[in-house]
Every structure is written in structure tokens, then in C-alpha cells.
């Protein structure tokens, strides 16, 4: 591979670095008022990046790799990475108001975004131990940046702070796991990694597994390692709560799935039963956890922990079946969340002070019709009810386990979402059987009602018309993640 | 594809009351209340067409459509006679329903109407579908208008028993989700039609038909996991129950019959005992506890599980008369409870109660009202030439072939079923006017005319001449017969053949010379 294909290949990653770094310059020299154009200006660049590895991904579909190994562009990579340009322009449209509100936004947000964004997109595509440290540390540290991005609001720092330590902590965690990965097999490549595991799996390397799980466990907020999520949900601002919950998950998942799939794949029977307790005790933890709760951030932090489980459901499966089905789980989740916490920022009282408790929110369905039937589907489509589409997302990991002989599995985990429709229909009985007490609220900017026309649409029972070409794209992907070994 | 009138007929009566709940949405709510009802009249001509056109004793599978829809879903639908009755009588009830809403709805009548319109539309999915999946998600969709006219239009408990309905049955479903993705894995057909021809290995059965039975069981309702069923009634609205009894507890029935027994015949053979034991616990504890009701609804919300255990016990006796009964007792239970809860609903739109002791005398003051009530009641408890007697009559038959015992005690229940029904109407209907408000009630106007004549009329027509309601169904019942023929039980009423008399016990012997041998005779006896 020459070096100018391994710059093709990596054109997203370079075009938004470039562009990070050139809008990077521009916000050091113009005042704050240049922060909405910049943020314009990021979301033009990621746009393009959208339209780029989507091209890659429909139109010439290579295989291959670039930099000598280092990274590799596939139909699995190439999906992930549309998913998270388009998380992170959805936030990125909806974040200035919130922050210009407070004054407190600035130019250095969407630069921010566009490196978090370069960083979750090589976590997805790398094929190197050390491609995939350096990404996923460069999404991580913007994150960081965002939680406490309200610099005065004491909530938004504690986030930060929690998430910084936390975050670490996992980051050392994998960063050990690798270390015994690589001494046990003597590479950092994930085709040679699979290779000398194929042939030896000693006690030392199954440590050095387990560890990097563990810390991809903490990446993903998978119980027994959710307990920051709720806590750094509460606190970060919600454009931001909005985004660590799409696109630095997506990414997370993403490389979890690669070096499940990938190095260790050959070693299933090995991480299958941590996966399994992870994926049932997520379910459970993130249902029952759910139903004290009366901030609505709280609430969704639980929700994505529940969502995380189901996904892992697919992953336990180690099938492609499996694989298409964790894919397509997270192209329906991701407008699903992203749904959800837009709307949750659309909810504002006349006074613009943003509601955040199941009391602020109750006869909705009054007040404010659209935006209560919008949440309602959301909330439908969260808790897997057909018609709505998220039902889709949760027949296809479903009928993946019960294809690999996993139907405790399945039994268990399907019995538990029970539970988790509990707290989505409170959502629903807030809104619609409360009565309102106080008057209608202000609207929202268009801007806010465009990107929630989008998912909810995506959700809406029309989603169904997408599932033949987005099985497809998702088989492929699988297949990628499958021919990696 | 060649359709057998010449239009899409089933696609056409799910998409009627889909655009017109979209529609309805948007309204304000006179203009939403016209085109509800005009939406289900339009579907009740569809379902009256299909009727007329159905042909009897014809091709198993009719007006069927199939469309390739995207990886393992297809948009099958097609009907047999027992899916034609169902939505015949899910159509039937529609409009009334709309009707009995018209005026005690008055908050949110659009979201009401697209409600109601959209349950329409996967009651009719449910019996049409011939997909699995496509039929779990008609099911399954069913739960969330429902909760939603039980919780914003329902009484002053809604919101534990829209809670209670909705996790109550969703917790039934999601197994036979996956039993039902096992099942596919398995046979490789999504197909309803295959798959009841398709025969599962005996251990599988077992444990399908448990998932399977999870979800109908709660749907039914049947006795102990019933407890649902009172709370929904009783704070749902009036069309709210008349639907929930009329249609959506037949899910259950119509998920036995099509896919518990077919199926899996060897497992629910293996599982007769339970389904009638169930059924016989179900329908003596059930009518004693409707006999001590204060409130209405509940009453007659205990009488439906009561009469849904003779339609479970039915279904599994494994014979003809005891399906036939089933089904019988399903569209008459679905006529005459809906009517019993319209009865309810009429009254309580008056005085807005439904304490019992807040009424009493209405025959006097509503002696229309009264006449219908009675009908009902009547109906209800089966008296002959009601729609009632011929369906209890008919499966306490079959059920008779396969087990006495449980015809005794399911016998019991009818007893009973007239103690609790004749107590009802004699504490409403009958003796002296005690409270001045109720006595002072206007009786029916045309619009509570328009809702009962029409049910009273097909309850007299299902009891005095069955045959129009059987014989669509005939071929599928001896179709499924004939499935379960192998695995139906032996049964203990089976007459048994005698020793003969070499005489008659009161014969006379005249011949002298025989005197002696036939006193011997005689003393042997």
C-alpha cells in the first residue's frame, strides 16, 4: 500500500483534523462572536466527512489497509464513522442556543466536537493496539473538555471531574491489558494478535483480555462498571449529556466489537460469559436503577445502561448474525437517544430555565402536543414496542442469540426489558394522564424541531422501510468485522 | 396476484382506519367524532362484503396477499373462517363503540378516535396476519392504545390499572417472542400456514407451548394471572371495555386455535389437565366472587373470565363439538358482554356511578332499557334461543367426551352464572324505586337505540339459528380435528356397551311349563 492510498483512506480523519486544526487558529485570533460561524463551519466539515466514507462505504467498499496495518477501512468502520459524524452534527446543531443563553459559548466547542469526532473514528477503524490508544484518548480528553464546560455551574464541573478520574482509571485499565496482550503475543497488530492466540492462549494473555474488557466495560458504562454514568449524565450540560450518549458510544462499542471479534475472536468461549453477566446485569441494573429516579437525565443515564445490555445480548451471540445485529442496534439507537435528550432540551418553561424533573414535565401532552407525542414514541421505541422501530433493534440481537443456542439468554433478557418498560411508560403517564399545572411553555428554535423530526421519524414505524438496506449494510459490516482475523 | 373480489380487501380494511386515525389527530371534535364512525361504518360494509364473498368450504386460506416486505418479514395476510368471524364481529363492535363514546367523551376527542381507529386496525391485523411476525407486532402494538384510552380517558384508578395492564400482558408476550424466533430458527418458515402443519419435537413442544401459553393465558384472562382484567374494565372507559371484552380477551382464545394447538398438539395434550383444571378453578371462583361485587363493571368483568375458562376448557377437549363451543362462545361472549358493559355505560353516563345500590327500579322508569338489560342477562346466563346457550351447550358437549368431572364443575359455574347475573339485574332492574336521581332517569334515546338493537338482533340470530356462524368455520374445526385426532384423549364418558337381557326386566312369563326357570330368573335379579 503506497502512501498516498493510506491518505485516502484515512481522508475523514485528516480533512477533519485539517480542519480542526485551521478553525482552531481562527478561533485564537477573532472574538467570541465568530463561535456560531465556527460552529457552522465544523459541521460543514463534518458533513463532508459524512459524504466521504459514505461514498467509501457504498460506492468503491475497500478493503484495506493503511499505514502498514496501522488502520484498516472496511464496510463495518465506514458505517461506525457515518453514525458517529452524524451524532455529533445533530449535537452540534442543537448545542450554541444552550449555551448562548449563559454566554458561555465559545468557539473552541465545535473544534472540540471535530477532534472527538477524529478520535472516535479511528477507535472504530483500528487495527493496531496503539492506533486504537491514541483515538481513543483523543476522544476521551475533548470529552472531558465538554463535561465541565460550564465553567460556573458546580454540577458541570463535578461531571467533569468524575469522568476525568474515571475515564482514566479506565484508560490505565486498558492500557495494562494491552501490555499483557502484547507481551503474551508478541505484537500490536490485531491480525498477529489472533494469529499467536489462535495458537496459545496462556493464563497470562486471558488476563491481559479480561483487563482490556474491563476497561471497554467502563468506556461503554456496562454494569459493574455503570456507576459514573448517571452522576456524569446529571451533571454535563445536556447538549453534551446528548452526545457522550451517541457518538463516544457508538465508537466505544465499535472497538469493543473489533477486539472481541478480532484479536480475541478465536477466544469466544473465554469472554462469552462476561459478556453475558455484563449484558444481564446491565438490563437489570439499568431497569431497576431507572425507577427511583425523577431527573430525567438521571433517567435516560439509566436507559442507556439498560441499551447497553441488549447490545451486548447481539455481541454474546460472536456470530455474524450477532455482529449485524449489535450494528443495527446502534444505527437505531443512536436517533432514538439523540430523540430523546433533544427533546428533553427542547423542554424549557417560559422563563427559559431548562426542566428537568418528571414533576416539571407532567400533562405535557396539554401544554406542549407535539413535542409529548414525540417523546412518546421515543419512549415507545426505547422500551422495544412495535410498531416502533426499536423493536426492530431488539428482534434483531434477540433472534441472533436464539441463532447461537443462547436462549436463557435471550429468556432472561427479554423478561428483564419488562421491567425497563416500566420507567418508559412513567415518561408517557407523566405527560399524558397527569394534569398540568402550569401554563404553556415557550417553543423551540427550528433548529432543535428539524433534528427531532429526523429521529423521530427514524423511529417511527416508517424505519421499516430502511431494513432492507440497512440489513445489508449491517451484513457487511459484520462480514468486515469477521474477515479481520 | 390475483385477489379474490378484485381489491386487496384485508389491506384496504387495515388501512380505512389507519388514515382515519391519522386524520383524527388532527380534528377538532365533532368533525373527529364523524370521521371515526365513518371510517367504521366503511369498514363494517368491507367486513360485511368479505363475509358475502367469503366462500364456504372452500380453499382453507382466503383473500390472501403477500408481499415480500425485507429479511424474514412478509406481509401475509389471509383469513380462514375462524379469522372471518373474529373480524366480522371486531367490526361489528367498532362503531357502536364509536357510537357509545359520542357524547361522554368530551376531552381530547381526536387522540380518543385515532385511539380507537388505530386499535381497529391491529385487531383486524391480529386475526389477518399470516406472517409470525406480523403478527407478534399486531399483538404487541395493541398494548399502546389501550394503555393510553385506559390511562387519559379512564376512571379515577387509571393509572394503576393501565400500568397493570400494559406490563401484565407485555411480560406474557416478550417469551413467546422467543419462542416464536426459535421456532422460525427451527422450521425456516415465518408462515403461519406452514407452520401449523409443521411438527416440532415433542421436548421443543413442551417448552414452546409454555411461552406460547404465558402470553394467551394473561390475554385470556385466565384465573390466576386474571387479575388485570377487573381493574382494566373498571376504569376504562365504556367503549374501552366493550373492546377489551369483545375483541381483544378473543386474541387469547384465537392464539390457542391457531397456534397452541395446531402446533403443538402434543404438548397441550400432555397439558389438558392444566388448561382444564385452570378453566374449572377459574369458573367457580370467579362467579363466587362476582356475586359478591358492589360495582358493576366488575361484575361483569368477573363473568368474562368465567366464560372465557368454558372457552379454554372447550378448545382443549379435542374434539369437534368442544371447538365449536369454543368459538361459539367467543363471538357470543363478545357480543353480549360488550352489550352488558354498553348497558353499564348507559346508565352510568345518567348518574355517573357504578354502585349497584345506587339504582334499583329502572324497569319502571326505563322500561326499555330494561328490556334489553334483560336480554342480555339472559344471554349471558345462556338461556335457549340466546346466543348463549347454544355456545355453552355446544362445548360443555365436547368437553363432556373428554372428561365428566370437568363438565360437572364447569356446569356448577352456569349456575352460579345465573345466581350473579339474575341478583345483578333484579338489584338494578326490579323492586322499589329507592333513590329519587335514579329514578328520575330518562330512558333510551336513539342514539343508545342504535347501539343495542343491532347486538340484540345478532344475539337472537346466533341462538336461534347458529349454522350462519358455524358454517364458515366448519371446515377449519374439522381441519384442526383432524391434526389433533392423534394426541386427543381417551376421555371416561365414552358409552360403554352393555351385557343385554336375554328379556326385558318387566317382561311377563306366561308359558306354565317355564314357570320355575323364570322365577329362578327373577330372583337372580
Known amino acids: ?485 | 396476484m390475483g385477489f379474490q373480489i378484485g381489491f386487496p380487501i384485508l389491506s384496504v380494511m387495515l388501512a380505512v382506519p389507519l388514515a382515519a386515525a391519522v386524520l383524527c389527530l388532527f380534528l377538532k371534535a365533532p368533525a373527529a367524532r364523524m370521521v371515526a364512525l365513518a371510517a367504521t361504518l366503511a369498514d363494517l360494509a368491507l367486513g360485511i362484503v368479505l363475509w358475502a364473498n367469503y366462500d364456504v368450504g372452500g380453499a382453507q386460506w382466503q383473500f390472501t396477499e403477500r408481499a415480500n416486505l425485507f429479511a424474514g418479514f412478509q406481509y401475509a395476510l389471509g383469513i380462514d373462517g375462524i379469522a372471518l368471524m373474529l373480524i366480522v364481529l371486531s367490526v361489528f363492535l367498532m362503531p357502536i363503540c364509536i357510537l357509545a363514546s359520542w357524547e361522554s367523551i368530551d376531552k381530547r376527542v381526536g387522540e380518543y378516535m385515532a385511539a380507537f381507529l388505530l386499535m381497529e386496525t391491529l385487531m383486524i391485523g391480529v386475526f389477518c396476519a399470516q406472517d409470525l411476525f406480523l403478527f407478534y407486532i399486531m399483538f404487541e402494538a395493541g398494548l399502546i392504545p389501550m394503555y393510553l384510552i385506559i390511562g387519559v380517558w379512564g376512571g379515577a384508578n387509571r393509572i394503576y390499572a393501565s400500568y397493570k395492564f400494559f406490563l401484565y400482558t407485555l411480560l406474557g408476550s416478550v417469551l413467546m417472542l422467543i419462542a416464536m424466533l426459535w421456532m422460525v430458527n427451527v422450521a425456516g418458515t415465518t408462515s403461519i400456514p406452514a407452520l401449523m402443519t409443521y411438527d416440532f419435537a415433542p421436548e421443543a413442544q413442551t417448552w414452546l407451548w409454555l411461552a406460547f401459553f404465558a402470553s394467551f393465558a394473561v390475554k385470556m384472562p385466565m384465573w390466576p394471572v386474571h387479575t388485570w382484567l377487573p381493574d382494566a374494565h373498571v376504569q376504562a372507559p365504556t367503549a374501552g371495555s366493550v373492546i377489551l371484552a369483545g375483541v381483544l380477551l378473543k386474541m387469547g382464545g384465537y392464539g390457542f386455535i391457531r397456534f397452541s394447538l395446531p402446533m403443538f398438539p402434543d404438548a397441550s395434550a400432555q397439558f389438558m389437565w392444566l388448561i382444564l383444571g385452570l378453566s374449572m378453578a377459574a369458573v367457580v371462583i370467579t362467579s363466587l366472587i362476582a356475586l359478591v361485587q358492589h360495582d358493576m363493571k366488575k361484575l361483569i368483568a368477573y363473568s368474562s373470565v368465567a366464560h372465557m375458562a368454558i372457552v379454554t376448557a372447550g378448545l382443549f377437549a379435542f374434539n369437534v363439538q368442544g371447538l365449536e363451543g369454543a368459538m361459539v362462545m367467543m363471538l357470543s361472549h363478545g357480543l353480549v358482554s360488550g352489550a352488558l358493559f354498553l348497558c353499564v355505560g348507559v346508565i352510568y353516563d345518567r348518574l355517573h356511578t357504578r354502585e349497584i345500590d345506587r339504582y334499583g327500579g329502572l324497569s319502571i322508569n326505563m322500561p326499555k332499557y330494561a328490556l334489553f338489560f334483560m336480554l342480555f342477562t339472559m344471554a349471558s346466563i345462556g338461556l335457549p334461543g340466546t346466543s348463549g346457550f347454544v355456545a355453552e351447550f355446544v362445548s360443555l358437549a365436547g368437553v363432556y367426551q373428554a372428561s365428566s368431572l370437568a363438565t360437572l364443575v364447569l356446569t356448577t359455574g352456569i349456575i352460579l352464572g345465573a345466581a350473579y347475573m339474575l341478583y345483578l339485574y333484579c338489584r338494578i332492574a326490579f323492586g322499589v324505586q329507592k333513590n329519587a336521581d335514579a329514578a328520575a332517569m330518562r330512558d333510551l334515546n336513539a342514539r343508545e337505540w342504535a347501539m343495542l338493537a343491532p347486538i340484540a338482533a345478532a344475539v337472537l340470530w346466533m341462538g336461534v339459528y347458529p349454522e350462519s356462524f358455524l358454517a364458515p368455520m366448519r371446515k377449519d374445526i374439522a381441519t384442526l380435528d383432524i391434526r389433533l385426532a392423534k394426541v386427543a384423549p381417551a376421555g371416561d364418558a365414552k358409552p360403554k356397551e352393555g351385557k343385554p337381557h336375554a328379556y326385558p326386566a318387566n317382561a311377563v312369563h306366561h308359558e306354565s311349563g317355564d314357570a320355575a326357570s323364570a322365577t329362578r330368573d327373577l330372583e337372580a335379579h
Open chain 1, 1 to 485: 500500500m503506497g502512501f498516498a492510498s493510506s491518505l485516502w483512506f484515512t481522508g475523514a480523519e485528516v480533512g477533519l483534523s485539517l480542519a480542526g486544526l485551521v478553525l482552531l487558529l481562527v478561533v485564537a485570533w477573532t472574538s467570541h462572536s465568530s463561535a456560531r460561524l465556527i460552529t457552522i463551519l465544523s459541521v460543514a466539515a463534518l458533513f463532508g466527512a459524512v459524504v466521504f466514507t459514505g461514498v467509501e462505504l457504498w460506492q468503491t467498499s475497500p478493503a484495506g489497509d493503511a499505514f502498514g496495518g496501522l488502520y484498516r477501512v472496511d464496510a463495518f468502520g465506514s458505517f461506525a464513522k457515518v453514525l458517529i459524524y452524524l451524532a455529533t452534527i445533530a449535537c452540534l446543531i442543537v448545542t450554541p442556543r444552550f449555551f448562548e443563553e449563559s454566554g458561555a459559548y465559545r468557539g473552541e466547542y465545535p473544534v472540540l466536537m471535530l477532534f472527538s469526532a477524529v478520535g472516535a473514528g479511528m477507535m472504530v477503524s483500528a487495527t493496531d493496539l496503539m492506533t486504537l490508544y491514541i483515538g481513543l484518548e483523543m476522544s476521551s480528553l475533548s470529552s472531558y473538555v465538554f463535561a465541565s464546560f460550564l465553567k460556573g455551574d458546580w454540577r458541570s464541573n463535578e461531571a467533569g471531574l468524575k469522568y476525568f478520574i474515571l475515564g482514566a482509571l479506565a484508560s490505565g485499565i486498558i492500557l495494562y491489558g494491552m501490555s499483557l496482550v502484547y507481551g503474551f503475543s508478541g505484537s500490536t497488530d490485531y491480525g498477529q494478535i489472533r494469529a499467536a492466540f489462535d495458537s496459545s492462549f496462556p493464563m497470562g494473555a486471558l488476563f491481559g483480555m479480561v483487563f482490556v474488557l474491563t476497561g471497554l466495560a467502563f468506556k461503554i458504562a456496562a454494569v459493574p462498571f455503570h456507576m459514573w454514568t448517571p452522576d456524569v449524565y446529571e451533571g454535563a450540560p445536556t447538549p453534551v449529556t446528548a452526545f457522550f450518549a451517541s457518538a463516544p458510544k457508538v465508537a466505544a462499542v465499535g472497538m469493543l466489537m473489533r477486539m472481541a471479534l478480532g484479536p480475541f475472536g478465536g477466544e469466544a468461549e473465554a469472554w462469552r460469559q462476561i459478556v453475558i453477566f455484563a449484558s444481564l446485569a446491565s438490563i437489570v441494573v439499568g431497569a431497576l436503577g431507572a425507577i427511583g429516579q425523577q431527573n430525567l437525565k438521571r433517567l435516560l443515564a439509566y436507559s442507556s445502561i439498560n441499551n447497553i445490555g441488549f447490545l451486548l445480548v447481539g455481541l454474546a451471540a460472536a456470530t455474524p448474525a450477532g455482529a449485524a445485529g449489535v450494528v443495527t442496534y446502534l444505527a437505531i439507537y443512536v436517533p432514538m437517544t439523540v430523540g430523546s435528550f433533544i427533546a428533553l432540551l427542547m423542554l424549557r418553561d417560559a422563563e427559559g430555565k431548562p426542566l428537568e424533573t418528571f414533576a416539571d414535565i407532567s400533562g405535557l401532552a396539554v401544554t406542549r402536543p407535539a413535542l409529548a407525542w414525540c417523546l412518546m414514541l421515543l419512549m415507545f421505541s426505547l422500551a422495544g414496542i412495535p410498531p416502533l422501530f426499536g423493536f426492530w433493534a431488539k428482534f434483531v440481537v434477540f433472534q441472533a442469540a436464539v441463532q447461537a443456542d443462547l436462549v436463557p439468554l435471550a429468556a432472561i433478557g427479554i423478561a428483564a426489558s419488562v421491567i425497563g418498560a416500566f420507567y418508559y411508560l412513567k415518561f408517557i403517564k407523566v405527560m399524558f394522564f397527569d394534569e398540568s399545572g402550569r401554563a404553556p411553555e415557550a417553543g423551540s428554535p427550528a433548529g432543535h424541531w428539524a433534528v427531532l423530526a429526523v429521529c423521530v421519524l427514524a423511529i417511527s414505524p416508517l424505519g421499516y422501510f430502511a431494513t432492507p438496506w440497512l440489513s445489508g449494510v449491517a451484513n457487511s459490516a459484520a462480514a468486515a468485522l469477521f474477515a479481520i482475523a
